[in-house]
């Protein structure tokens, strides 16, 4: 059974930082995508971030490019998404998610996904 395990939301300041880590069991990282998700109140889940874990290519979503980095640790089978100059608006449950089935992480949207994590929240004061 796969199961994915978020950590590392909280309450922070606008330009603060956050670390989120997301360990996955029963899937073993090899040429697929993992990557982010956040959903806010009222509104639909973005797809967010994602890597392939083989050739690590990355994606970012316009609203996070140049302020959240994406990694991954094969041998220890865990996400991160770094976090910085955080803003009101990336308020929102953050979902780690994986794909056996897509190679390239531009692609990288719901209907890939295989399993989630169970959500874990950042919440950005003004």
């Known amino acids: 059974e796969v199961q994915l395990v978020e950590s590392g939301g909280g309450l922070v300041q606008a330009g603060g930082t956050l670390r989120l880590s997301c360990i996955v069991s029963?899937?073993?990282?090899?040429?697929?995508?993992v990557g982010w998700f956040r959903q806010a109140p009222g509104k639909e889940r973005e797809a967010i971030s994602s890597?392939?874990?083989?050739?690590?290519?990355?994606y970012y979503a316009d609203s996070v490019k140049g302020r959240f980095t994406i990694s991954s640790d094969n041998a220890k089978s865990t996400l991160y998404l770094q976090m910085d100059s955080l803003k009101p608006e990336d308020t929102a449950v953050y979902y780690c998610?994986?794909?056996?089935?897509?190679?390239?992480?531009?692609?990288?949207?719901?209907?890939?996904?295989?399993?989630w994590g169970q959500g874990t929240q950042v919440t950005v004061s003004p």
């Open positions: 029963g899937f073993r990282f090899g040429d697929d995508v």
């Open positions: 998610a994986i794909s056996g089935r897509l190679l390239r992480p531009s692609q990288w949207d719901h209907t890939w996904v295989d399993a």
């Open positions: 890597i392939n874990t083989k050739y690590f290519s990355t």
